[in-house]
């Protein structure tokens, strides 16, 4: 029985076939990983070569060896793929600073058995193995990151969180005052993060337990088409695959059949759900996928969400406040983040003023929730 990890288990929950190819069978005409699953293997060992960097000289960040890092396209990666994330990680390098080096690991690779005892990466015992991106030790917190390169905002991988909160805690031990699980999505500027408890890591080896009970049962590994299959390893071999996707002519496997498939969705009342999946997944990866003046792909949204209503509400009609009257703001229409823009446009503010305005507004009453969503849209020139 192979060890687990979040997303060996994210894997088999999404096509247990997918999971069964990777992982249990030994087959010699593996389909090869796609070329731009390297731009996120490769941001992470530029991250991990900096920050052993910063680590071994103690310096909360160094520009000049970021560039050197960067400075040399490796062999066998294509120009446009180095040239992208070249760029994510001089921005992400400018902008990260190491609050305290000593006490910061990188690229932790953790491997235990099934009694919680740390064994050999590649150890028959190995019944849990993970690799964190970084773990940081900073005022009695631990802050574990997890570099996101793709250009979808997903949920927060929860399993994730508290499967690495427990290896770290096997492996050093120790109270900690709070411990952030953080995600750090690379193309968006945006971070989300979770709290993680003692009681939510701690159930983590009953939970690998039964998932292994599981697979060690299975003699049948049954298949799920998805839009996800665009990227699957085991696609080549998947019956299913084939018999509904393929002959629906619904495959990508290039931009040219990317772009035949869009046109062919959305420029027809042939409106299929499992090709929008498709190419939606592929535009994930890809970027918008174009032809003409159209284009579907992600889009980054920004939700406000206010902490409460009503304290919203005096805010804005107190003195001590904004000191707007309720005819004013009824000609918002609504309290959504546009809708407050608005009433200020009302006013007469304009440009940096009123963004200046809303971001003041929004710190003192509310949040900002970015997420992405995939559209089919014009072109913006």
Known sequence: MRALSPSGVNLLQTCEFAYDYRYNQESTSKQMTPDYYAGGRLFHRWADTYGKHLITTDRPFDQEQAEIIAGTMPEGVPLDLYEDIQQRFLWWAKDTTFRNPAQTRTEM?????????????????????MIIDKVEFIDGELLITDYKTGRQIKPINELAGKTYTYGVYLKVGGKFTKIRYIEEYLRHNYTQELE???????????????????????????????????????????????????????????????????QKIFTSLDRLGKGKEMLKAYSDVHGAIRFGDQEFGPVQKNKVIWTDLGDLLIYLTDNNGEALDLNQ?????????????????????????????????????????TSTSFTFHKVKT
């Open 196 to 262: 993680i408890t003692e009681e939510d890591f701690k159930a983590i080896p009953k939970f690998y337990a039964g998932i292994a009970k599981k697979i060690e049962a299975k003699t049948e590994w049954g298949t799920r088409v998805s839009g996800k299959c665009v990227d699957c390893e085991a696609a080549h071999v998947c019956a299913a695959y084939k018999a509904e996707v393929e002959a629906n002519d619904l495959a990508i496997n290039n931009d040219d059949e990317a772009v035949a498939l869009a």
């Open 109 to 129: 690779k953790l491997a235990f058995d099934a009694n919680g005892n740390e064994v050999e990466w590649d150890s028959p015992a190995a019944a849990i193995r």
């Open 329 to 369: 703001i009824s000609k918002g229409l609504s309290l959504t983040g546009p809708g407050l823009a608005k009433i200020f446009m009302k006013t007469g503010l304009k440009g940096d003023d009123l963004e200046t305005k809303m971001m003041g507004i929004i710190g003192v009453q509310g949040t900002v929730k």
